[in-house]
C-alpha cells in the first residue's frame, strides 16, 4: 500500500479500538481496488470526543466509523444526519463532504445485506430478535418494513416496547410488530413458527463461550439463526442450531456487510465483499 499526502484518511473511533478487525478488511478492499485510501483505529475515551471530532475537521479526514460507546453521543458534533440515523437517533458511519460532516448508520442494512448474501430473504417472514440495544434498533428499523411478523424480546420490557414504539411512530409499511420479556417460555413459544432468530445480545461472546440465549430444544431445521457475536465465529448457539439442522450466520457477516455499506458511502464504488471477508477471516484465524 503506497500513503502520500494524497491519501484520503478513514478511521474507526471507539474505546477501546484497538481489536477491531474493520482496519484489516477494509484496507484489503481499498487496495484491492487500487483506491487512495487509508483506514486506521483510534481509541477515543468519552471525554475526548468532542476533541477528537475537532480534529477529523482540521485534519479533514474523509470518513469515519463510530462505534461503542460513541454512536449517540457522536450526533452532537455532527452537522448533518441522514434520514435513518435522524429516526434511530444512532451513527457508525460519518462521511466528511467538503468539511461537512454528515452521519449515517449502516447497521440494520448491514444485517439485511447479510441475510441476503446468505440467500436469506427475510420479505414476509417471521422474525424474532432477542436485545433491544443498539445493534437491535437499527435491525429492527430496517426489518420491520420487509418482515411480515417481528417479535422483539429483552429482558427489560419497557426497552422492548418503547423500540416497538419508535417503530410504529417513525417509519412507515412496517409488518406486524410485537414485543415481550427475554424468558425461556417466550423463546420457545415464539421460536415455534419463526422463520428467522437474532442474537442482537453479547450473550455467547468470548470469554463466555459456553453461554446461549435459547436452550437448543427450542431451535428447529426451518429456522435461520444469525448470532451478531463474532467472536468466536461459531457460537454456541450456531453450534446448536447446525446439529439439529438448521441455517447458520455467524457474526463475521453483519460486520462485514456494514462496513461494506460505510465503504460505499466514502468511495461511492461498490464494495469487494469477498475480499472484504477473507481478510477478516484470515486475520481471526492470526489471533487464535
Same mark, same amino acid.
Given at each position: 500500500?503506497?500513503?502520500?499526502?494524497?491519501?484520503?484518511?478513514?478511521?474507526?473511533?471507539?474505546?477501546?479500538? =484497538?481489536?477491531?478487525?474493520?482496519?484489516?478488511?477494509?484496507?484489503?478492499?481499498?487496495?484491492?481496488?487500487?483506491?487512495?485510501?487509508?483506514?486506521?483505529?483510534?481509541?477515543?475515551?468519552?471525554?475526548?470526543?468532542?476533541?477528537?471530532?475537532?480534529?477529523?475537521?482540521? &485534519?479533514?479526514?474523509?470518513?469515519?466509523?463510530? #462505534?461503542?460507546?460513541?454512536?449517540?453521543?457522536?450526533?452532537?458534533?455532527?452537522?448533518?444526519?441522514?434520514?435513518?440515523?435522524?429516526?434511530?437517533?444512532?451513527?457508525?458511519?460519518?462521511?466528511?463532504?467538503?468539511?461537512?460532516?454528515?452521519?449515517?448508520?449502516?447497521?440494520?442494512?448491514?444485517?439485511?445485506?447479510?441475510?441476503?448474501?446468505?440467500?436469506?430473504?427475510? *420479505?414476509?417472514?417471521?422474525?424474532?430478535?432477542?436485545?433491544?440495544?443498539?445493534?437491535?434498533?437499527? /435491525?429492527?428499523?430496517?426489518?420491520?418494513?420487509?418482515?411480515?411478523?417481528?417479535?422483539?424480546?429483552?429482558? #427489560?420490557?419497557?426497552?422492548?416496547?418503547?423500540?416497538?414504539?419508535?417503530?410504529? *411512530?417513525?417509519?412507515?409499511?412496517?409488518?406486524?410488530?410485537?414485543?415481550?420479556?427475554?424468558? =425461556?417460555?417466550?423463546? *420457545?413459544?415464539?421460536?415455534?413458527?419463526?422463520?428467522?432468530?437474532?442474537?442482537?445480545?453479547?450473550?455467547?461472546?468470548?470469554?463466555?463461550?459456553?453461554?446461549?440465549?435459547?436452550?437448543?430444544?427450542? &431451535?428447529?431445521?426451518?429456522? #435461520?439463526?444469525?448470532?451478531?457475536?463474532?467472536?468466536? &465465529?461459531?457460537?454456541?448457539? &450456531?453450534?446448536?442450531?447446525?446439529?439439529?439442522?438448521?441455517?447458520?450466520?455467524?457474526?463475521?457477516?453483519?460486520?462485514?456487510?456494514?462496513?461494506?455499506?460505510?465503504?460505499? /458511502?466514502?468511495?461511492?464504488?461498490?464494495?469487494?465483499?469477498?475480499?472484504?471477508?477473507?481478510?477478516?477471516?484470515?486475520?481471526?484465524?492470526?489471533?487464535?
Amino acid at each position: 500500500m503506497k500513503v502520500s499526502g494524497k491519501t484520503r484518511v478513514c478511521a474507526l473511533l471507539g474505546d477501546p479500538a =484497538e481489536h477491531s478487525l474493520s482496519p484489516c478488511f477494509q484496507n484489503a478492499a481499498f487496495q484491492h481496488l487500487g483506491l487512495d485510501f487509508i483506514y486506521l483505529a483510534f481509541t477515543v475515551k468519552a471525554e475526548d470526543l468532542g476533541d477528537a471530532i475537532l480534529g477529523i475537521r482540521s &485534519l479533514r479526514f474523509h470518513g469515519l466509523n463510530v #462505534t461503542m460507546p460513541h454512536k449517540i453521543s457522536v450526533i452532537q458534533y455532527l452537522d448533518e444526519l441522514d434520514e435513518n440515523a435522524e429516526k434511530i437517533m444512532s451513527v457508525n458511519t460519518i462521511l466528511n463532504q467538503d468539511g461537512k460532516l454528515i452521519g449515517y448508520t449502516t447497521d440494520g442494512i448491514g444485517a439485511l445485506n447479510a441475510l441476503k448474501y446468505n440467500n436469506v430473504n427475510p *420479505r414476509n417472514k417471521k422474525i424474532v430478535i432477542l436485545g433491544a440495544g443498539g445493534a437491535s434498533r437499527s /435491525i429492527s428499523f430496517i426489518l420491520a418494513k420487509e418482515a411480515e411478523e417481528l417479535v422483539i424480546l429483552n429482558r #427489560t420490557v419497557a426497552k422492548a416496547e418503547k423500540l416497538a414504539s419508535d417503530i410504529h *411512530r417513525l417509519i412507515e409499511g412496517y409488518g406486524r410488530i410485537r414485543w415481550g420479556e427475554l424468558t =425461556e417460555e417466550n423463546i *420457545r413459544k415464539e421460536l415455534q413458527e419463526a422463520d428467522i432468530l437474532i442474537n442482537a445480545t453479547p450473550v455467547g461472546m468470548s470469554p463466555n463461550v459456553d453461554e446461549t440465549p435459547v436452550d437448543k430444544r427450542h &431451535l428447529h431445521p426451518d429456522l #435461520t439463526v444469525f448470532d451478531l457475536v463474532y467472536h468466536p &465465529l461459531e457460537t454456541r448457539l &450456531l453450534k446448536e442450531a447446525r446439529m439439529v439442522g438448521a441455517r447458520t450466520i455467524n457474526g463475521l457477516n453483519m460486520l462485514i456487510h456494514q462496513g461494506a455499506a460505510s465503504f460505499e /458511502i466514502w468511495t461511492g464504488v461498490k464494495a469487494p465483499i469477498d475480499v472484504m471477508m477473507k481478510a477478516a477471516e484470515e486475520e481471526l484465524k492470526r489471533r487464535i
